[in-house]
T-cell receptor, first 112, second 113 residues
Framework: DQQVKQNSPSLSVQEGRISILNCDYTNSMFDYFLWYKKYPAEGPTFLISISSIKDKNEDGRFTVFLNKSAKHLSLHIVPSQPGDSAVYFCAARRSGNTPLVFGKGTRLSVIA | KAGVTQTPRYLIKTRGQQVTLSCSPISGHRSVSWYQQTPGQGLQFLFEYFSETQRNKGNFPGRFSGRQFSNSRSEMNVSTLELGDSALYLC????????????FGPGTRLTVL
């Protein structure tokens, strides 16, 4: 039972354009969502997060949108840069002492 | 502050053997979680330790075990290795269980032959 789903295994975007990575979840008890970026041979690094009481959070070129009714969140990267090429993981957790639940990841390739 | 460190970085074992992986969290972090990453499966949660106690456990067989020491360093052990245990094992730390953001180490790449 996959509670966090990233249905696109890969995405290619031209440099300078917008990258949109999507994530769906099934557990309505999730109240905190995070995006991590992972380069080969490195551990995931935290990118941006959003609480369920918000519908948008912005940090520089990165914006996360949350649609609770649709149980959907998305990460927007504008403008996309070649250095953004990596695997992006969506993660979610319930309140309390619960572990993060990760999606399977989306590989983003930004083409110069 | 130094980041999360994991040793060894790479390991090759044969079926039936056992292996111990080590993780040193960021100084001051008391919660340590372990994840298994395999191609196409994302990060699957193994267990979390806080103040030397296992607080959460994922759906892995009993061959996977762990522990945490008083200095918050953690080890995980896999006994009777199987080919399917080949994966990247990631450790993550956070200050406490109330903190949402986890900081990951570079991982240990385990290959079982």
């Amino acid at each position: 039972d996959q509670q966090v789903k990233q249905n696109s295994p890969s995405l290619s975007v031209q440099e300078g354009r917008i990258s949109i990575l999507n994530c769906d979840y099934t557990n309505s008890m999730f109240d905190y969502f995070l995006w991590y970026k992972k380069y080969p041979a490195e551990g995931p690094t935290f990118l941006i997060s959003i609480s369920s009481i918000k519908d948008k959070n912005e940090d520089g070129r990165f914006t996360v949108f949350l649609n609770k009714s649709a149980k959907h969140l998305s990460l927007h990267i504008v403008p996309s840069q070649p250095g953004d090429s990596a695997v992006y993981f969506c993660a979610a957790r319930r309140s309390g002492n619960t572990p993060l639940v990760f999606g399977k990841g989306t590989r983003l390739s930004v083409i110069a | 502050k130094a980041g999360v460190t994991q040793t060894p970085r790479y390991l090759i074992k044969t079926r039936g053997q056992q292996v111990t992986l080590s993780c040193s969290p960021i100084s001051g972090h008391r919660s340590v979680s372990w994840y298994q990453q395999t191609p196409g499966q994302g990060l699957q949660f193994l267990f979390e330790y806080f103040s030397e106690t296992q607080r959460n456990k994922g759906n892995f067989p009993g061959r996977f075990s762990g522990r945490q020491f008083s200095n918050s360093r953690s080890e995980m052990n896999v006994s009777t290795l199987e080919l399917g245990d080949s994966a990247l094992y990631l450790c993550a730390s956070r200050p406490g269980q109330a903190n949402n953001e986890q900081f990951f180490g570079p991982g240990t790449r385990l290959t079982v032959l």
